[in-house]
């Protein structure tokens, strides 16, 4: 008996210390907020993470998502909600690396084991020359109408009086 208490402690020590989720390597904690405590295993909480636009230099996301606590969540088995809050800003000249596609992927993140993945989407809204980005969960089986859009206007940054033209690098 002592020695299967034990068991569980330790189970249970080593599943706090697993209690985020796998993210993406490029996005950056933010903090954490708990909105759910558990007695004997980790919190469920909002977290709030940065990203970088891989194809756009000088813009960033930044998204909140739920994070579930319990054994399940710390462990990495439990699957997530597809709530997500999302805020894009420039933060530094814009500069394209390459021709873009309308609705290409700019960001993922896996939100389950195996069925679901939160992806960000970038666009072009070439008559305002306004970068638009989109938050949104898919699942394999039936998708998720939960989203969220934010909008980056293009503006010029410091002494650069050049403004790109969004238009100018859709394929």
Known sequence: MLYRNRL?????????????????????????KSTVF????????????AVDDPGVD????????????????ALGLAEQTSDVSLACRQVGPIIFKAKVEQGEVAFTERRS?????????????????????????????EGSPKNSTSAVPIQPWGTTAEV????????
Do not use: H
Not at 164 to 171: E, G, L, R, T
């Open 113 to 141: 084991l195996f069925f679901k993945k939160m992806q960000i989407v970038r666009g072009c809204d070439p008559k305002r020359n306004t970068l638009v980005y989109m938050a949104y969960s898919d699942k394999l089986i």
């Open 38 to 49: 558990r007695m004997l295993s980790p919190n469920d909480k909002l977290a709030t993470y």
């Open 164 to 171: 790109p033209k969004c238009a100018d690098w859709v394929k």
């Open 8 to 32: 569980i402690a330790a189970a249970l020590l080593m599943s706090m210390s697993l209690a985020s989720p796998v993210l993406a390597d490029d996005a950056d904690l933010i903090f954490r």
């Open 58 to 73: 000088g813009v960033a996301c930044f998204f909140t998502v739920p994070e579930r606590g319990g054994v399940s969540g």
